[in-house]
């Protein structure tokens, strides 16, 4: 492994294009259910019609592929994974919906976030169905599980939304106070909750307990899903500010214009002068309407100024390694399969993601 990046002996070559592949198949393969799972009812105009949005808006689909592929790298059938799989996709696209309203967000996937287009109250009421809906694949896990096993992907569920909650919390907290002393390790803490728990650890130890029948440690996901998740948040962050507008579908610094703490931000604050720090928090303190495409364009070259997307790059490929290092501990002693070589080639797939 590399000082501070990903194994350098890690999947290359025709394993480049394993992670997308697989993301695709089983994407296609959980969102075919999802939509069975979503009542065909009334009524329609501001409820039922309005709980696919998201879904059909497309997204890579990477957390209900990692519950399979992971659950498959454990020995067990696709199918055994697919329900867990689908929860996780509806509980994400409901809380992407309560986010959007929580940052204020005007864009999602290419197109005006739910709130924008129905109103806040529709949307809140939609997101609510959709979390709320989600607890049926897990109910009929049952059925193919058994009710043990069924219970317990139920409790990891639990776990993962208080985890979340707890995230979010923190990172709203920060920006309704004005927080100006958020450090790293808070910053990181945060992630852990509000990112890592449903993008990564949640899928990857429901997965483990699919394929094993829950008779493995789940610790080692954690540091597995937390190093992976943050170093895909930070991924994330970055492409906010320099990625490709049509391809990240959301409005660019749009994190700079929300007030949100990322670890670009975090750095500005730290390396800035008096000066600048007084104006950072000034500028933080208004209210988003308030915060001015000038604002906006004043911190972003202050955060080129302080190399802060440098050192954020630097932090995510550490992180990234870090997964890589704790992902070969993990599998090392399954038998080699594709699901296994899409687990290994997480690592540097995140980072490189575009």
Not at 119 to 126: D, K
Not at 261 to 274: D, H, K, N, S
Request: charged letters at 30%; glycine letters at 8%.
């Amino acid at each position: 492994m590399t000082t501070g990046g990903v194994h350098t002996s890690g999947p290359t070559g025709s394993h480049k294009d394993l992670v997308p592949q697989v993301l695709s198949e089983y994407g296609a393969r959980a969102r075919a259910l999802l939509f069975d799972y979503l009542p065909d009812a009334e009524p329609r105009q501001h409820l039922y019609d309005l709980l696919g949005d998201y879904p059909r808006r497309g997204g890579r689909a990477f957390r209900p592929s990692l519950c399979i592929a992971t659950a498959k790298a454990f020995g067990a059938r696709l199918e055994d994974a697919l329900q867990t799989a689908v929860s996780i996709e509806m509980m994400h696209n409901a809380m992407l919906i309560h986010d959007d309203i929580e940052d204020e967000s005007e864009m999602r996937r290419g197109k005006p976030a739910l709130h924008v287009s129905e109103g806040v109250p529709i949307a809140l009421n939609v997101g609510d169905m959709l979390s709320l809906l989600a607890m049926r694949p897990l109910i009929d896990n049952q059925n193919t599980l058994g009710p043990r096993l069924a219970m317990r992907l139920v409790e990891e569920t639990e776990r993962m939304a208080r985890e979340s909650a707890e995230g979010q919390a923190m990172e709203l907290g920060w920006r309704r106070d004005n927080t100006m002393t958020v450090r790293q390790e808070d910053y990181l803490e945060m992630v852990l909750k509000k990112t890592c728990w449903l993008a990564t650890i949640h899928p990857a130890r429901t997965g483990a307990i699919i394929g094993t029948g829950d008779s493995v440690d789940l610790d080692p996901f954690i540091r597995f899903g937390f190093f992976l998740g943050a170093a895909f948040q930070i991924q994330d962050d970055l492409l906010n500010l320099i990625g490709d507008a049509k391809s990240y579908g959301k409005e660019m610094d749009g994190d700079i214009a929300e007030g949100k703490r990322t670890l670009m931000m975090i750095r500005l604050i730290e390396e800035g002068t008096p000066d600048e720090r007084r104006r950072v928090t000034e500028i933080l303190g208004k209210p988003r309407p308030e915060r001015t495409p000038k604002d906006v364009r004043w911190v972003r070259a202050r955060m080129d100024k302080y190399g802060c997307i440098e050192h954020a790059r630097e932090v995510a490929h550490g992180l990234a390694g870090a997964a890589a290092h704790e992902c070969s501990l993990l599998v090392q002693d399954l038998r080699p399969s594709r699901d296994r070589s899409f687990l290994e080639a997480l690592p540097e797939w995140v980072i490189e993601r575009r």
